[in-house]
């Protein structure tokens, strides 16, 4: 029979099983890494490493995972966390601001062609509309659940994830053609 | 948002095939070579420290009390009471036993993250 999460989180925080934690991360590694693909649209090595660190500070911190929320959900909010510290640093480094950064038009999408792309159009979308969109509509997330992993209020998700769909629908319209 | 939408469907529809599975690929074994070594013997070191606290504080609390000759009087008193009273007592000492038993499993079934 299969452990459930909650199985493997008592051995690691009760035995620091490592091997338990091993498996944790075996099972949430291909969703914490797409988000943060998703995030640093799509520079795999950057997204690789933050999920990295994500894992890292998880089995760190792992004694402040109360159960409130979903492991995943933990997870999902370390990982943007790892994520926004990383784009300050890279502010402070080359002098850019997080908004230049989002703005920077993604090598990728130079192509007309890829346009049509689902991923090209999501790497458009501003930051927040992006995340939003990634967590909720792509990783199943509730609203509720975004909120928590973003720190930000309810309101805030639905209309980032609202507004982030519609731009994506204006740059896909084409499909329906 | 129109849920009849065809194109909120392909939108929907295509987000959840872009969530494809990214394989391992060594990343597992990559963050396993990175995490800070815990100590394994935790839980023995606590309850060795424990134990040891325990022994320590019934030696002394022996000595303290002039070799404990009030432990000596509360058997001779109770050995003295009445058989109704010892029964009362008895279960009243087996059903606490049973009931904070029945807690400590209860708490043992508990999430243990809650």
Same mark, same amino acid.
């Given at each position: 029979m299969e452990l459930s999460d909650a199985d493997l989180l008592a051995r690691v925080l009760v035995d620091g099983d490592q091997h338990a934690f091993g498996e944790l991360v075996r099972r949430h590694q291909s969703p914490v890494r797409g988000l943060l693909r998703q995030l640093t649209r799509t520079d795999v090595e950057l997204a690789d490493d933050l999920a990295q660190e994500t894992f890292i500070r998880a089995y760190k911190n792992i004694a402040s995972f109360r159960g409130e929320a979903k492991f995943s %959900?933990?997870?999902?909010?370390?990982?943007?966390?790892?994520?926004? $510290?990383?784009?300050?640093?890279? %502010?402070?480094?080359?002098?850019?601001? $997080?908004?230049? !950064? $989002?703005?920077? /038009?993604? /090598?990728?999408t130079a192509d007309p062609a890829l346009r049509q792309d689902l991923m090209s159009a999501l790497a458009q979308l501003p930051l927040h509309e992006r995340t939003a969109v990634v967590l909720c509509c792509q990783n199943g997330l509730s609203h509720d659940e975004?909120?928590?992993?973003?720190?930000? /209020?309810?309101?805030?998700?639905? %209309?980032?994830?609202?507004?982030?769909? $519609?731009?994506?629908?204006?740059?896909? #319209? #084409? !499909?329906t053609k | 948002m129109t849920m009849n939408d065809p194109l909120d469907e392909l939108l929907d529809a295509r987000l959840r095939?872009? *969530? @494809?599975?990214?394989?391992?690929?060594?990343?597992?074994a990559r963050v396993m070579r990175e995490l800070p070594v815990r100590p394994r013997s935790f839980q023995l070191q606590r309850a060795i420290i424990i134990l040891a606290a325990a022994?320590?504080?019934?030696?002394?609390?022996?000595?303290?009390?002039?070799?404990? *000759?009030?432990?000596?009087?509360?058997f001779m008193r109770l050995s003295a009471l009445p058989a109704v009273e010892m029964l009362a007592?008895?279960?009243?000492? +087996?059903?606490?036993?049973?009931? +904070?038993? @029945?807690?400590?499993?209860? @708490?043992?079934?508990?999430?243990?993250? +809650?």
């Open positions: %959900t933990w997870l999902y909010r370390i990982a943007y966390n790892c994520f926004r $510290e990383h784009a300050r640093k890279r %502010t402070e480094l080359v002098g850019i601001d $997080e908004e230049q !950064w $989002e703005s920077q /038009p993604d /090598p990728s975004a909120a928590r992993v973003l720190d930000i /209020p309810l309101g805030t998700v639905k %209309t980032n994830v609202l507004r982030g769909r $519609e731009k994506l629908k204006k740059m896909l #319209a #084409a !499909w | 095939d872009e *969530t @494809a599975y990214i394989d391992d690929d060594g990343f597992t022994i320590v504080s019934v030696v002394v609390a022996y000595f303290a009390s002039g070799e404990a *000759t009030f432990v000596r009087e509360g007592l008895v279960f009243i000492y +087996g059903l606490t036993t049973m009931v +904070g038993g @029945a807690w400590a499993a209860l @708490a043992r079934t508990r999430d243990p993250l +809650g």
